[in-house]
């Protein structure tokens, strides 16, 4: 069954800092990992999606890397704002297209 | 463009009574899920499906029934309300693999409160 962690569970820096958030999973048979925002009381964004045969993907300040091998990605948010303050939820598609989350990683960036 | 809509918002039930979630998409997506976000947790599979007229169940499909007569539509189907089944429900869609751009949208979700 696959898992998927992620650390820290919750993050608090000051604005303009670079941060990492990490995610794991168990399975590396994955088609692709997806990197989602979710503000309070609302639904979920997409950020980056990232096929199992590349090794990373960078929107503006967003970059989310992939260690299939490893079972590892890496989102880096490059000088952070308070607009960043989210909760930021990892995703892997296995087999039959099913989606399994972390539990997310709660920022919150300080002006 | 609407994406995926959901209806309603919010909703408060008794124990015992039933209602049903509604979930339309209007990207022709072949694939649609329903999950379940509980406070401060990841989100859960309950049922999803990959084309009209097929649907599996998830990690949670207990307490649940779906259908899907049409591309569009992915209704949600809470029988017996029970106080566990009080969370945040989120409906989404994506292509299949064999498609490409398997990128998931999902809606803004339904808060639902079972007394």
């Known amino acids: 069954k696959q898992e998927v962690t992620q650390i820290p569970a919750a993050l608090s820096v000051p604005e303009g800092e670079n941060l990492v958030l990490n995610c794991s999973f168990t399975?590396?048979?994955?088609?692709?990992l997806q990197w989602f925002r979710q503000d309070p009381g609302k639904g979920l964004t997409s950020l980056l999606l990232?096929?199992?045969?590349?090794r990373e993907q960078t929107s503006g300040r967003l970059n989310a890397s992939l260690d299939k091998s490893s079972g590892r990605s890496t989102l880096y948010i490059a000088a952070s704002q308070p607009g960043d303050s989210a909760t930021y939820l990892c995703?892997?598609?296995?087999?039959?297209?099913?989606?399994?989350f972390g539990e997310g990683t709660q920022l919150t960036v300080n002006p | 463009n609407a994406g995926v809509t959901q209806t309603p918002k919010f909703r408060i039930l008794k124990i015992g009574q039933s209602m049903t979630l509604q979930c339309t998409q209007d990207?022709?997506?072949?694939?649609m899920y329903w999950y379940r976000q509980d406070p401060g947790m990841g989100l859960k599979l309950i049922y999803y499906?990959?084309?009209?007229?097929?649907?599996d169940k998830g990690e949670v499909p207990n307490g649940y029934n779906v259908s899907r007569s049409t591309t569009e539509d992915f209704p949600l189907r809470l029988e017996l309300a029970a106080p566990s089944q009080t969370s945040v429900y989120f409906c989404?869609?994506?292509?299949?693999?064999?498609?490409?751009?398997?990128?998931?949208?999902f809606g803004q979700g339904t808060r639902l409160t079972v007394v």
């Open positions: 989404a869609s994506s292509y299949s693999f064999s498609k490409g751009n398997t990128e998931a949208f």
């Open positions: 990207m022709n997506h072949n694939y």
């Open positions: 399975d590396s048979a994955i088609y692709n």
């Open positions: 990232i096929q199992s045969s590349q």
């Open positions: 995703a892997v598609e296995t087999s039959g297209s099913r989606l399994t």
């Open positions: 499906s990959v084309g009209a007229g097929i649907t």
